[in-house]
């Protein structure tokens, strides 16, 4: 027996006015790229709602379904725009085939009550699609770059050999670029000897903040974090602008000293934000136990709290690695030719000279964003787990 229950009705007056809709957005997204909107949404409207009555009546398997229309619409995209298009069809079939089985099988509902009305179901979904949206604007960007990296031709563009998938259209010649070139080892060199002292500073000064003002008897607590978290929330131009000024009259403009206490000052707020939240689940009986025992705090801290709040400190470090590492503003303030960073020298590369290398960089960056994240992420769930908020 098929697993669809509901009523044919359901089908006409409910998915396949939907599936209309979505069949006719998808459509003028790929009409739009081939200059035919009008009728590339007349053609979406036919195919989402041919799709669903057929998926709904014939294919009971959803997983056939979805493999199904996924080949047969990159079929279609190769017929109509060749090698490239196999991508754009494996993207339409697949959400248009998902979404059909999605709405027809009442899977839409999963995630709310069953009592919810339907305005309290649409609301649910449309919140998830807003966010689905924004998490698609920013990571698009970051996922077209990295095709770009490996462009044969010194252009920012897709040419139309890497469109056809020729492989005389992809290259290394950028990477070995940034590699062999002197000026980019130089500003590599820059960055990696300033993030880690950096990094260094900021752990060091932002957990022992984070330790104090997790102390009730402090006073004026909740002022002296705004202070110390300000360096967040202060446009990063106007704190630029500062350290110029400051750093200009007590002589640390333009050194390596100067460029490092200004991303230490950057990274703080991080790392005091992650380890005070990890103090939040702290039981502090057992410093007073460590006490009873003859401890002195050094000891204590080290020996009692420093292991149980160290995933929040190594998540602080990371954050702040990547602070210093990745920025910008400020270097060029406080900096000077000789502090020339990673991200100095792609933003010289984009003022003064078009060179494809940065799209290489780029790439390398996201790459070591991602692994630090996935290690951020780690981290917390083991601090999750040290302090009973997760299962073991």
């Not at 409910?14 to 997204?29: C, D, E, I, K, T």
């Not at 705004?226 to 602008?241: G, K, T, Y």
């Not at 950057?266 to 410093?287: E, H, M, N, R």
């Not at 210093?324 to 590369?349: H, I, N, R």
Request: proline share 6%.
């Amino acid at each position: 027996m098929s697993k669809y229950t509901k009523p044919a009705v359901d089908l006409v007056r409910f998915v396949l006015p939907l599936m209309a809709l979505a069949g006719a957005a998808m459509g003028f997204l790929v009409g739009t790229a081939n200059g035919v909107s009008l009728l590339g949404a007349i053609l979406g409207v036919i195919c989402g709602v041919v799709l669903a009555w057929v998926l709904a009546s014939f294919v009971p398997s959803t997983r056939t379904g979805i493999l199904a229309a996924t080949a047969l619409f990159a079929i279609a995209g190769l017929m109509i725009a060749g090698p490239a298009g196999i991508v754009g069809g494996v993207i339409v079939g697949f959400v248009l085939s998902w979404l059909s089985y999605w709405l027809f099988t009442g899977s839409y509902r999963a995630g709310t009550p069953i009592y919810a009305t339907p305005g309290q179901v649409l609301w649910h979904n449309t919140f998830k699609f807003i966010c689905g949206a924004i998490f698609f604007f920013l990571i698009a960007p970051i996922l077209t770059i990295i095709p770009l990296s490996f462009n044969a031709e010194n252009f920012f563009t897709f040419t139309p050999a890497m469109l056809s998938f020729d492989p005389e259209g992809y290259s290394l010649k950028h990477y070995r670029d940034f590699f062999t070139n002197p000026d980019w080892q130089q500003a590599l060199k820059n960055s990696v000897q300033i993030a880690p002292a950096a990094t260094l500073i900021s752990v060091s000064l932002g957990t022992l903040a984070a330790i104090g003002l997790s102390q009730p008897h402090v006073p004026f607590r909740r002022a002296i974090m705004a202070i110390l978290i300000s360096p967040m929330i202060v446009p990063l131009i106007i704190s630029a602008a500062g350290m110029y000024f400051f750093y200009s009259r007590i002589g640390l403009q333009g050194t390596y000293v100067g460029v490092v206490l200004a991303h230490a000052a950057l990274g703080i707020p991080f790392v005091i934000i992650t380890v005070t939240a990890t103090l939040v689940g702290f039981d502090k009986s057992l410093t007073r136990a460590a006490a009873n025992m003859g401890a002195d705090p050094v000891t204590t801290f080290f020996r009692v709290q420093m292991p149980l709040i160290l995933p929040g400190v190594i998540s602080g470090g990371l954050f702040a690695f990547i602070t210093s590492f990745d920025e910008v503003v400020v270097v060029l303030f406080v900096g000077s030719a000789g502090q020339k960073t990673l991200p100095w020298q792609m933003f010289t590369g984009l003022r003064e000279q078009i060179s494809p290398t940065i799209l290489a960089v780029a790439t390398i960056l996201v790459v070591i964003s991602i692994m630090l994240l996935t290690v951020v992420e780690l981290l917390r769930r083991r601090s999750e787990r040290l302090r009973g908020l997760s299962p073991g």
